[in-house]
């Protein structure tokens, strides 16, 4: 992936093209997660005339994430048409996060910040909201308060596609890992949530999701081969293989 310091070069051009005939506030970056939620986030925000420069993920050292692993994200990147920039973050996290919010302002002219969230989680105000408030960063979350059904539905008429990336074998069976979510797959998680308290969109972290296709992919991506791995738990995809391909292939 480009270091930040080419990422600036990119900000710097994107934003004086932008701003020439925009507004400044809808100059934005996607914090990118790979899965379902970041991915109709950003459908809905360029939308709503959001000029979306790039994708960015904060990442610690050496960061091994299970459910969306960055080797994949750089894929969606390109399926997307979109830079991708990993920002390093390190304890104490408010303050690295900060620092790489100010930066990306700073540096880059960049004024908005759109990320996935759709609620509070475990009662705590929202993570980036608070980390933007002191650098001044605008942040727009399109999918928040909104019904947990209906957004499900939305991703699926809008025809986006992804997988069950990991769960967690307290509410969802190894199974589910590798597996469509379609109406199927929705259907089930309804029944699910009638029974246990589920979350539809998992947003208390019972799954996460990695998107394959969908309206914004100027190419699609398959998953040609992966295993099904478990540590304490957590059931999770490990991707052996995939790639890129058109649309019409």
């Not at 008429?157 to 990991?166: L, N, T, Y």
């Not at 998992?202 to 295993?227: C, D, K, M």
Request: negative net charge.
């Amino acid at each position: 992936m480009l270091g930040y310091e080419n990422a600036v070069k990119f900000y710097r051009t994107s934003a004086v093209e932008y701003l020439l005939g925009g507004n400044p506030m809808h100059n934005a970056a996607m914090l990118w997660t790979g899965g379902k939620d970041s991915a109709l986030a950003l459908y809905e925000a360029v939308q709503s005339s959001y000029h979306v420069c790039c994708l960015v993920t904060f990442a610690p050292p050496d960061a091994g994430f299970l459910a969306h692993p960055l080797p994949f994200i750089k894929i969606q990147a390109q399926a997307l048409a979109l830079p991708h920039y990993v920002l390093p973050i390190h304890k104490p996290f408010e303050e690295a996060y900060e620092i790489q919010l100010r930066r990306l302002r700073d540096e880059t002219g960049i004024t908005s910040v759109i990320t996935g969230d759709i609620a509070e989680v475990n009662g705590c105000p929202n993570w980036i909201r608070e980390r933007s408030r002191p650098v001044g960063m605008n942040v727009h979350t399109p999918l928040w308060g909104r019904d947990r059904s209906s957004l499900l539905q939305q991703l699926l008429g809008i025809k986006f596609k992804a997988r069950f990336s990991c769960v967690k074998t307290r509410w969802l069976t190894e199974d589910w890992v590798g597996r469509e979510l379609n109406e199927s797959a929705v259907a089930e998680l309804r029944v699910i949530r009638e029974r246990t308290g589920l979350d539809l969109c998992g947003e208390e972290g019972e799954y996460h999701t990695l998107v394959t296709n969908g309206p914004q992919f100027t190419r699609a991506i398959n998953i040609w081969s992966y295993s099904r791995r478990s540590i304490d738990s957590l059931a999770y995809m490990e991707i052996h293989e995939s790639e890129l391909f058109d649309h019409a292939a």
